[in-house]
């Protein structure tokens, strides 16, 4: 008797085998590595929103979003999904120009584009658009690059993070950047390209400076010494730091964080949730929560080096080293070691924009790893 007569009827109906084979695209290693840190982040943010249990509610509904995406993006293969690289870019730059013209302004900062029945952050979008993209073109260039395809790449990676930076939204803009120049970088740009952009951009600093707003100035001399203005511009990154050594080597509690439910900590539900968290938890937690980053970026990577083609490569690795940037500048930021910028912590912040972006990145990851060689060369 086979094992298929064995299984009771309603495991052998065409929709059961269908939900079978969706289930099978999710990678069971990616999927434990994002689950606890969904876990993490849902157990975090009900501490940090106390005062108001609403983001704990939306956040659920975020995560259930992403989730969705993430199981739809899985059972996507690399090569639609190289068919709609092109499509997705130039919407995004599309929606870029929307906001520019007619984006709705917060804070003074016009970043979000007014949908009908929602707000949408374009840049957001971009941040997977733009890798998206460069891998497509030089998958399309795999037998011999030159040097104006990578003078190409720059340049559709310059487009969209200019639009950004008028917004004004340099942190995201960076981002957008760094996740170009991955691409790039994994695509063989060689060495003596990337010392002359180093040396480049080290000249350019003073001019970069002049251009800067005032406020993104402000930041830069607030990192330098926090203290000049504690009560003003310096006011998030001492409480932040306060939070973090208040919490020694196991933390307060949860719950327990005096400086969270004081509301000495700004932002405490988004980008500075990490200072929730280490006071809570400790230096203890904070090695376990950046053991799991690690572990994902080192999941993303294996997936990189045993992806079937060329686009597949390149996508999965800057997916990657995206996903380190985001948590490395966040708790950089907070930690006091870097400039504070709007990015959040990858599946610990508050936010929906933000957290169907890193399903959608995942989701292309377990199709990357589906779809990967089976056989190493």
């Known amino acids: 008797m086979t094992d298929l007569a064995l299984k009771p009827p309603l495991l052998r109906t065409p929709l059961a085998l269908w939900l079978r084979d969706r289930f099978l695209a999710l ?30 509610t939306d956040q659920l509904r975020n995560f259930a979003i992403a989730a969705a995406v993430m199981f739809v993006a899985a059972n996507v ?44 952050q374009p840049s957001e979008m971009m941040r997977l658009a733009v890798p998206l993209m460069l891998a497509w073109y030089f998958h399309k260039r795999e037998g011999g690059r030159r040097t104006v395809d990578f003078v190409v790449a720059a340049a559709l990676v310059a487009a969209p993070a200019a639009l950004i930076v008028k917004q004004p939204d340099l942190g995201t803009a960076l981002l957008v950047l760094a996740a170009g120049f991955y691409v790039i970088f994994l695509a063989g740009l060689p060495w003596k390209w990337l010392a002359a952009l180093a040396v480049g951009g080290l000249a350019m ?30 006011f998030h990154t001492l409480q932040a730091t306060i939070a973090i050594g208040s919490g020694g080597a196991f933390g307060k509690g949860w719950m327990q964080g005096t400086q969270t439910h004081l509301e000495f900590i700004p932002e405490r539900t988004s980008d500075f949730i990490f200072a929730v968290f280490s006071e809570e938890f400790g230096l203890v937690g904070n090695l376990v929560l950046i053991a799991l980053f690690l572990a ?29 940037t985001y948590a490395f500048v966040n708790i950089g930021m907070v930690s006091g070691i870097l400039p504070v910028v709007g990015v959040p912590l990858p599946f610990i912040s508050y936010g929906g924009t933000a957290l169907v972006t890193l399903g959608l990145a995942c989701g292309m990851l377990m199709s990357i790893h589906r779809h990967r060689k089976l056989v190493q060369s």
């Open 27 to 56: 990678d069971p290693a990616l999927l434990a590595i994002v689950g606890a840190l969904a876990m993490v982040g849902l157990v975090t943010l009900y501490s940090a929103a106390n005062d108001f249990p609403w983001r704990f």
């Open 77 to 120: 293969p690399p090569t639609m999904l190289q068919r709609i690289a092109l499509p997705v870019y130039l919407l995004g730059l599309l929606l870029l120009i929307g906001v520019a013209v007619a984006g709705v302004t917060v804070k003074g900062a016009t970043r979000w584009l007014d949908i009908g029945v929602t707000r949408i």
């Open 205 to 234: 600093l003073p001019v970069a400076w002049t251009l800067m707003h005032d406020y993104q100035r402000t930041r830069v001399l607030t990192l330098l010494d926090p203290t000049t203005d504690p009560l003003g511009k310096g």
């Open 296 to 324: 994902l970026v080192v999941r993303a990577l294996l997936i990189a080096i045993n992806a079937a083609t060329t686009f597949s490569r390149l996508l999965a690795g800057s997916i990657a080293l995206i996903i380190f």
